[in-house]
Every structure is written in structure tokens, then in C-alpha cells.
């Protein structure tokens, strides 16, 4: 009950006038941003950091949530639309927004994407109400050795997505995970993989530079080549009756990828380290690995966007739990909120939701009216978003193209970077001319920043022993399962072979 | 595409023997008490990849993948022309960013794809050559405080006049 009363009264404070008009401009801010390619809820709340020293500290954490809520809804858009993942958090929402655009339902696919953030942040806010200080304790016990456990679990949930070419899906992978650990090695601080000794490789390869390469260009001039410049979208239509027929489809199917990536992904963004990127991958594989229908996924499943989509919100407030309670930031987002919260004057950690209870409850209650706002003012921009899709593709392709190159060098400042998008594309297009799947090596390059130095710091704390991925309590189950997945489709493979012997 | 196929493959394959090498200026062994060194990861999974290209060969010897049996040219004259004016077009708009900055270098493009791909009006092709990158520059340096390359010197005074209206 006391829970419920703090609660309300955080409610009532999300509802002042001063905080409610940041909660809009905050929401609308951040969709924006999150929606531009390169772009994403880091920028805004690193850019408006200042503007909140205007305010009172409450009022201006509430600004930056908002914010950050917003980009979250916003980076689906970009997916859909552009066919770019515009942040790392919305690169599974690409493998079935983008087929459901290209089918002329990008409405269904927008709206399925604000629907499933509304559920996923919204479940993501009652756990973080109920059992903030449980879960961080839990999260506290997350250590490298489970950290791996869970990439690993991550790369074995994805292993049916590449496609029937197992060799050719095998190098993507490590292509991914090879590109991820150009610069500097972590551990000893020395370059590495310095190609071709041009100094431009020692800040690494980012993951936006690999999927704005990929699908940014790579993706549109197959496009181009394939239907020789002709429209390649059906003219997609948005009225209002259309909308309210999308919304009942996306309810009706993508309400299992939903509550799948509603759970998951808050549980996964609760983990220091790991955040709404693994979360969200891992809500894909699994809402595919369930489903009834998975031939569907890739091809333009409503839950294949709603697991993603409600995993990458959801995780987002989970992310926000141990920068609050334990004042360990999840996400290079949560870090600024954390750095703007020191210079309030506030210090996270297990006593503030004692010391500064009216500033905690009045923050989880901005997330309840945050997630609303962000929902309807997403909803009220669709037909925007759709329009933008009726353009004739003449002139929605060089604006794709505009959008890499000029987002591509927003995200990374760096003229060696833009190269890199330009080799990628062009790679990429001959890649998929011979069928090799590319989605593999943007989730690898992604997740390979995480999982290499942690299996390398747990190897350094068993003095090189691997058994501890095997012998700890929570990695060692997580380990197994992973493995187990992995091999699943040798097994089926033999098993198979068995049948057709016997037949 | 047959000869694609297996010309691929050996580049990449080429490609990956090059990673290994290249990991392997870092310890790529198990160091005892330690783990792996700093190469191991990058040193095998390129091996991965070397393994990968072999089997791929070994596919497209026995005939498994669908470009290894198809007599289909990879692109007719119309496919390289479309994909060497497109690529060609994004290759010299990177290129025009560092003499006449990011935001003439988009007006460029647009002029060059919307009239002369994609043989829009010049009042169209004019209409967002000129809008577009005005755009970008009060989103980028205005609201989102992000500096785009800005050329060689003649293009300061467009500069000088665009930051006098946003600051």
C-alpha cells in the first residue's frame, strides 16, 4: 500500500504543469532524434543536458526520460521507413518493418512498433515500481562470467536467422565479430588490427557504420538494381479507419512478440553491461523461436517488430534500475542521466529512495505519462511517416542515401568513417548478389564489443579456467541452454538424416 | 555467377588469411593463468572465416548453392549501368564533402540524382537542392550543436551567414 500511496503522489508530480509540457517536448524531441538515422537517445539527452539546469532537478530528469522514451519510440521509425536501424536498439525492428513497408503496410508496422513500446515500457514500469530494490541486488550479482553466458545466449538465439547457407551465415558472424574488435584490445590497452596500418582503425569500426553501410547502401542499391528503379513500395494509404483496422491486426498479431519482449527485454536492460541491444535481439529470436508460424519472421511478421520493439523500451527502463538504485549506469544514455544527477546535487544509490523519495517516485511516475504521451503523440505522427513513403522512389532513394551519409558522419564525426559506410555498402550489395546473409554480422558487431572482453575478464578471474562459465550458479544454466540451442539444429539436421536412413 | 561465386570466395578467403596475420601481431595463444591473449579472439574466429570460404568452395565444387550452378551473368548492361551511376554518385558525394562541405556536397547529389537519374523538373530538383541542406544545417549545427565539414575556404561566407541566423 505505501508503494501505491508513493506512487500516486509521483503521479500527481508528473502531472504539474511544468512537468507535464517537458513530458510532450521531451517525447516529441526525442521521436525525432531517435527516428534520424545515426541519431539516437544519447544525442538528445547529451544535447539537452543543459537546458535542464533551468529547472528543478525532478522536473529536469522527468525532461531527460522523456526524451529518452521518445527516441526509443522513434528508432523503430527509421527501421520501417528507411529500412536503416538507426541506433542498435531497432536493428531487429528492421528484418520485419522493412519487408511489412515494402508490402505497403508500414502503417501496421508503425503501429505495431508504438503499441508494443507503449505495453513493453509500460510493463517495464510496473516491475521497476514493485521490485526496484529486489532486482538491483539481483542485477548486483551479474558479474563478466554471466555477462558472456548471456551473449552467448543471445548469438543462440539468432543462429536460424541466417540463411540456408550455414557457411556462408558462419562468416558473417565472424566477419561481424572479426570487424568488432578492430582498434585497440580492451584488455591491454595495445592497437589491434590496425587494417592496413591506417590510423583512422584505431577508433574502431561502430556498429552504425556496418548497418548504415549494409542497409543504408548496400540495401538500396540491390533495391535499385533488382527492380531497375521502379517503385518498390505499394502505394501505402492512411486513413483513419485504416488506422483503427491496423491497430485491432497489431493487438490480434503481435500481441506473443509483445509480452515475449516486454519480459525479457526488462530483464535483460536490468543487467549492467547489457541493456536494450541483447535485449531486444533476444526477444526476436525467442518470440521466432516459439512461434507457431516462424517462416513468417524476415518476411513481415507483426511479431517480429512487437518482441523488439517492446524489448528495447522495456529494457530501457530496466536500464534506468541500477543507475537509480545502484548508481551503475546500464546504457551510455543512462550515464548522462547519471552524470546530470551528480551535478543536481543527487546521489544514486541504495539511499536515495530514501533521502529523495518525492524525486524517485516523481521520476517513476513521469514514466508512466511519458509512455502514454510518447504512445498517442507516435500515433498522431504515423500518417507523417507514411506519407514519406508515397514519395516516388526517385526521390525517396537519394534522400535515403543523404540520410546515411549525413547521419553516418553525425554518429561518428569522421571522414574515415564515411569511407567505411561507402566500402560496406558497396561490399555489401555484392554480398547479397551471392547470398550471403548480412543481417548476422550487424548483430555480431554489435554484441561482439560485449562479449569479448567479458569472457576475458572472467578468464582472468579463474586464471584462464573456462569451467567457470560452467560452475557458477546463474552462467552455468545460461551456458548450457546456450550451447544446447546452438547445436539444436545439428541435432534436427541428424535426425533427419536418421528418418530418411530408415525410410 | 559460377565464376562470381568462387572469385568471391577466394577474396574473401585472401581477406580473412590477411586478418589472421594481422591478429597475430597480439598473442593469439592461451596464455597460462590468463586466458587467451590479445589476439586469440580476432585470430580465430578470421580462421572461422578462412574455414568458411573453404566449405563455400567445397559447395559450389559440388554444385549445392544455387550461384554455383547458374549460367546467368551477375548483372545485365542495364544492372551495371544503374548500380555504377548510383554508386558512382554516393563515391563522389563522399568525395565532395571535404572541397565544398557536407551540406553543398548534398545539394550536388540531389541535383545529380533527382534531375539527371531520376529526370525530375529542374524546379523540383532546384526546390530541394536548395531546402534540404538549409535543413540539415539548422537541425545539425542549430539544434543538434553537431559541426559538419565545412570544405575549403570559399565556402566560409555561406558559413558566416548561416551562423549569423542561428546565433
Known amino acids: 500500500m505505501e508503494v501505491f500511496s508513493f506512487l500516486v503522489s509521483g503521479i500527481f508530480t508528473a502531472l504539474e504543469p511544468i512537468n507535464i509540457g517537458l513530458i510532450l517536448i521531451g517525447v516529441t524531441v526525442g521521436l525525432f532524434i531517435g527516428a534520424m538515422p545515426g541519431l539516437g ?53 528492421t528484418f520485419d518493418g522493412r519487408p511489412l513497408a515494402l508490402q505497403g503496410r508500414a502503417s501496421l508496422a508503425l503501429v505495431t512498433a508504438a503499441l508494443a513500446s507503449f505495453v513493453g515500457g509500460t510493463v ?32 543462440a538465439t539468432f543462429v536460424g536467422l541466417g540463411g540456408d547457407d550455414i557457411p556462408k551465415t558462419i562468416f558473417s558472424i565472424c566477419f561481424g565479430l572479426v570487424l568488432a574488435t578492430v582498434g ?63 491497430t485491432k491486426e497489431a493487438v490480434r498479431r503481435g500481441w506473443k512478440g509483445t509480452w515475449i519482449g516486454s519480459l525479457l527485454g526488462f530483464f535483460v536492460g536490468v543487467l549492467p553491461a547489457a541493456g536494450a541491444t541483447p535485449g531486444s535481439l533476444m526477444s526476436y529470436g525467442v518470440a521466432k523461436m516459439v512461434s507457431k508460424t516462424p517462416h513468417e519472421y524476415g518476411n513481415g511478421s507483426p511479431d517480429g517488430v512487437a518482441a523488439p520493439e517492446a524489448a528495447n523500451n522495456s529494457a530501457s527502463t530496466g536500464a534506468m534500475l541500477p543507475m537509480l538504485t545502484l548508481g551503475i549506469p546500464g546504457s551510455p544514455t543512462t550515464a548522462i542521466l547519471l552524470g546530470g544527477m551528480v551535478i543536481w546535487g543527487l546521489t544514486p544509490g541504495p539511499r536515495l529512495f530514501v533521502d529523495q523519495s518525492e524525486f524517485v517516485w516523481g521520476l517513476i511516475g513521469s514514466f508512466y505519462i511519458s509512455n502514454l504521451a510518447a504512445v498517442l503523440i507516435n500515433l498522431a505522427f504515423i500518417p507523417l511517416f507514411v506519407w514519406m513513403l508515397r514519395m516516388p522512389f526517385t526521390i525517396l532513394a537519394p534522400l535515403i542515401f543523404m540520410l546515411s551519409i549525413v547521419g553516418g558522419f553525425a554518429a561518428s564525426r569522421s571522414m574515415h568513417d564515411l569511407w567505411l559506410i561507402v566500402i560496406f555498402g558497396i561490399g555489401a550489395f555484392f554480398l547479397r548478389k551471392f547470398d550471403y546473409p548480412l543481417a548476422p554480422a550487424v548483430l555480431a558487431i554489435v554484441l561482439g564489443p560485449i562479449a569479448e572482453p567479458t569472457m576475458r575478464q572472467s578468464l582472468l578471474l579463474s586464471s584462464g579456467d573456462p569451467m567457470i562459465f560452467f560452475t557458477r550458479p546463474v552462467a552455468g544454466p545460461i551456458t548450457v541452454i546456450a550451447i544446447f540451442l546452438i547445436l539444436l539444429p545439428a541435432f534436427k539436421i541428424l535426425r533427419r538424416k536418421r528418418e530418411a536412413a530408415a525410410n | 555467377m559460377r565464376q562470381g561465386e568462387i572469385s568471391l570466395a577466394g577474396l574473401l578467403a585472401l581477406f580473412s588469411l590477411y586478418l589472421m596475420w594481422k591478429s597475430a601481431e597480439l598473442p ?105 541542406p538549409i535543413g540539415l544545417f539548422l537541425f545539425f549545427e542549430g539544434a543538434m550543436q553537431i559541426s559538419m565539414p565545412q570544405g575549403l575556404p570559399f565556402t566560409q561566407p555561406f558559413f558566416d551567414v548561416m551562423y549569423d541566423i542561428i546565433y
Open chain 1, 41 to 93: 537517445s544519447v544525442n538528445g539527452v547529451a544535447i539537452l543536458l543543459p537546458v535542464t539546469f533551468l529547472v528543478p532537478p525532478a522536473s529536469a530528469i522527468i525532461f531527460l526520460a522523456a526524451i529518452y522514451y521518445g527516441a526509443m519510440y522513434g528508432g523503430a521509425i527509421s527501421s520501417v521507413t528507411l529500412g536503416i536501424p538507426g541506433a542498435s536498439t531497432a536493428v531487429a525492428t
Open chain 1, 124 to 155: 517495464a514500469t510496473v516491475f521497476f515500481t514493485l521490485f526496484a530494490p529486489l532486482l538491483a541486488t539481483v542485477a548486483l550479482n551479474f558479474g563478466p562470467p554471466e555477462i558472456f553466458a548471456l551473449m552467448l545466449l543471445a548469438f
Open chain 1, 184 to 246: 585497440f584490445d580492451t584488455i591491454s590497452g595495445e592497437p589491434r588490427l590496425v587494417l592496413f596500418d591506417i590510423q583512422g582503425f584505431l577508433r574502431g569500426i561502430g556498429f552504425i557504420v556496418l548497418a548504415i553501410g549494409v542497409y543504408g547502401i548496400g540495401e538500396m542499391l540491390w533495391t535499385i538494381e533488382q527492380t531497375r528503379g521502379e517503385i518498390t513500395t505499394t502505394n501505402p494509404k492512411m486513413t483513419a479507419k485504416g488506422l483503427v483496422s491496423d
Open chain 2, 28 to 132: 593469439i595463444g592461451y596464455i597460462s593463468g590468463k586466458g587467451p591473449g590479445g589476439g586469440f579472439w580476432p585470430f580465430w574466429l578470421s580462421l572461422g572465416m578462412l574455414l568458411s570460404c573453404l566449405a563455400i568452395a567445397w559447395n559450389w565444387w559440388r554444385g549445392k548453392s544455387p550461384a554455383s550452378v547458374s549460367d546467368e551473368p551477375l548483372m545485365d548492361a542495364f544492372g551495371w549501368r544503374t548500380v555504377i551511376s548510383v554508386g558512382g554518385g554516393i563515391v563522389a558525394f563522399v568525395a565532395l564533402i571535404s572541397a565544398v562541405s557536407m551540406y553543398g556536397a548534398v545539394a550536388f547529389f540531389l541535383i545529380y540524382y533527382l534531375h539527371f537519374l531520376g529526370r525530375h523538373s529542374w524546379l523540383l530538383t532546384l526546390s530541394l537542392a536548395l531546402v534540404l
